[in-house]
């Protein structure tokens, strides 16, 4: 099957067609950004489904992980967050289950007509028994059999090296390894003192991906899990190893991205991207948060929107949902259903400033003068989720006002003087 990559080189694939007119891009610009690695469209061609690409000039994006745990298994609840997911804005899906028939429910998933990712060394490891019993012949089959279902991305935590493993040993960290598929394999180098099979066999992995043009995403399996540990080395040996895999990656025709950076403080958001960005040629970034203070558990999903937001503003593409029960339990469906929104609002307001609009967006412009007309029915169609809004303005009855201001309301106090002002000019 031919590279997206190499077709863009010479033509304008029509998937690249479809997704440059939902993104309101010139379709050439679009295949000239995929040839050089600065946009990936995750399509796995065996599950047809709408083309949706991530990366330089395109809308942020927001995926939502979803999935089972051996402490809760519940596969038809998992298909109902998927779907109240996209109900509320999801771009893509990742399907984490690690409890239950994971090839069962990995193919549940699938059938939702949308972009679709997992991290197959959680099969492999069920399947293995444990992390240091894993063979590299079993990761790469698990690696095949997504591929072959039709999963679209893959996150492969190819740069959790041994080179990163002795950063980790000579610059400790309260949290170690908080990435469960950086643990994995951190586990099996440490106890077969082999290296990691992703990376020590990485343009296999590479033949595999480009076989089924599936997207690899390069885990931050060496994340700081605590913003104390931000400052510690193994994140940043890990970063120069994607950096080389990304290289590798694009030079062999497959679409890559690069995920990170973790819990970091919010004036080291800035520095980390653009790190990342510069190590791997700009290569599409996926993160989940950052997550900028650890004091917050409950609302890690509004922590991560915080540092979600000016991660976008410095060059980040696509957000991981956190939803409110991160570190905490399984999310439940309202979890879903707020993290979702949550992220989007983060995606939205990355998205004012990589455009290049600021707060001149149409949209926003719209809401001010519905607001100012009080014109509350404009106000709810405009609101990224106007029957959220609706709820809680009607709650205190129908008014003409908010019932926080009623009869003092300055918006209508101004309005009326104003009004009559320019009917007496």
């Not at 992980?65 to 402490?71: D, H, L, P, R």
């Not at 998927?82 to 429910?105: H, K, R, V, Y």
């Not at 339990?329 to 979702?340: C, K, N, Q, R």
């Not at 809004?389 to 009607?394: G, S």
Request: glycine share 10%; aromatic share 4%.
């Amino acid at each position: 099957m031919g590279s997206l990559i190499q077709a863009c080189i010479t033509s304008v694939p029509q998937e690249v067609e479809v997704a440059a007119r939902t993104e309101g891009l010139v379709p050439r610009h679009l295949a000239r950004a995929i040839a050089r690695g600065r946009v990936v469209i995750p399509g796995n061609p065996l599950r047809p489904h709408i083309p949706l690409a991530i990366g330089e000039g395109c809308r942020i994006k927001v995926n939502v992980n979803v999935g089972t745990s051996g402490e809760k298994c519940d596969p038809e609840l998992e298909m109902s967050k998927a779907e109240a997911a996209l109900a509320n804005g999801a771009d893509t899906l990742m399907d984490l289950s690690t409890g239950g028939d994971l090839p069962a429910i990995r193919r549940s998933i699938l059938s939702l007509p949308v972009t679709v990712g997992t991290v197959p060394v959680y099969e492999a490891v069920r399947r293995a028994g444990s992390a240091a019993d894993l063979e590299p012949d079993l990761l790469f089959r698990v690696i095949r059999e997504h591929c072959e279902d039709g999963v679209d991305f893959l996150t492969l935590h190819a740069g959790v090296n041994l080179l990163a493993l002795a950063a980790l040993q000579r610059d400790p960290r309260v949290m170690s390894v908080v990435s469960r598929g950086g643990a994995f394999h951190c586990a099996r180098m440490l106890q077969t003192g082999e290296e990691n099979p992703l990376y020590a066999e990485f343009d296999y992995l590479l033949e595999i991906l480009d076989e089924y043009g599936v997207v690899a995403s390069l885990g931050d399996g060496m994340r700081p899990g605590a913003v104390y540990d931000a400052p510690r080395h193994a994140k940043t040996v890990e970063y120069l190893s994607l950096g080389e895999l990304s290289r590798r990656a694009l030079t062999a025709g497959v679409q890559r991205m690069v995920e990170g950076p973790g819990h970091i403080p919010l004036d080291q958001v800035e520095h980390n991207v653009r790190m990342i960005r510069e190590l791997t040629d700009d290569a599409p970034l996926y993160l989940l948060g950052p997550l900028v203070t650890d004091l917050a558990p409950g609302y890690d999903h509004v922590v991560a929107a915080i540092g979600g937001a000016v991660a976008c503003m410095y060059g980040a593409d696509f957000l991981c949902m956190v939803s409110p029960s991160e570190h905490l339990a399984l999310p439940s469906l309202d979890d879903i259903v707020e993290g979702t929104r949550v992220a989007k609002i983060a995606a939205h307001v990355g998205d004012t400033v990589r455009r290049g609009e600021g707060h001149h967006v149409q949209r926003e412009v719209q809401m001010a003068e519905a607001r100012r007309r009080l014109d509350w029915e404009g106000q709810f169609s405009l609101a990224l989720f106007g029957e959220a809004a609706r709820r809680v303005h009607e709650r205190d009855g129908k008014t003409e006002t908010c019932s926080m201001c009623g009869d003092l309301c300055a918006v209508k106090i101004m309005r009326e003087l104003l009004d009559r002002d320019h009917e007496r000019g």
